[in-house]
């Protein structure tokens, strides 16, 4: 394949870059990112293309140098050591403790399994304080509340996983209790505070076939506080109104552009039953 050529776009300045190496191995490199000072929601590796960050209204390379197919195998296996398996079977995510970072990992092929590609995103290692997050003190206050079912709506890269993740951390700063979470992956550790924590992974690998199937099992957990990561279904939607019904609090996320569109979503998903 004729190697691609890179002229039109765009590349971090000196200024922008700092000492970021241009050498060493990929996994030095995405260390060396997700340390600095450079702002970035994401960072986009394909093969026979150099590193991308994503920022605000670009996409930006951070050198010149593209990725070869050697390197991105290499950081698979540090991700997934059955990687090669998984990969033929489709496109799959993975949580990872990289040093001193915690990042989300899709791994994926394209162009007919020619090519390997991924996209990394970094989370903190510890849950945000509530009060840091700048969200008016209504939606704050959901922390304080023990029943009901509380929805977390907006679209990609909207905060979704960082506010919810800072509401179980607030919870579980300010009363005792068992917190369940069922997340794909699990993003962000929670530490154990006064409450107990549970952080269930969907997923092959993990410790729950699905959404719904984790949310079946919680409440033969006592659980207090119930976190479903995502209503993806009719299933999942159906059973997390059902638990909110049973006692506990139950947070749940949806991917939607606004609120009212996500409360249209989960209406659909509800359907023609008794729930809706």
Known sequence: MDQPNYSQIETLST?????????????????????SNIGFSDIIIHQNS?????????????SDIPVTAQELEEFFEVIEPNWEERIM???FDRAKDLYSARIRVNCFTFQGRKRLGCVIRRFPTEPLPLASLGLRQSTQDFAKISSGLVLIIGDTC??????????????NKTRA???ITIEDPVETLIPQRKAIVTQREV??????????LGALDAL??????????????AQTA????ALSEAGPLVLATLHARSTELGIQKMLRLLGNTEAQ
């Open 15 to 35: 200024a922008e870059s700092g000492d970021f190496p241009s050498t060493g191995t990929l996994v030095e490199q995405i260390l060396s990112l997700l340390s």
């Open 50 to 62: 150099p590193i991308m960050l994503r920022q605000p209204k670009r996409l930006v390379a951070v």
């Open 89 to 91: 079977e489709r496109a």
């Open 158 to 171: 909207q905060g979704k996983s960082t506010t919810i993740a800072s509401l179980l951390d607030q919870i």
């Open 177 to 179: 209790g068992h917190i």
């Open 203 to 212: 997923g092959a690998d993990g410790d729950v076939a699905s959404f719904y």
């Open 220 to 233: 033969r957990e006592r659980p207090d506080v119930i976190l479903i990561g995502e209503i993806r279904d």
């Open 238 to 241: 159906q059973e997390a109104l």
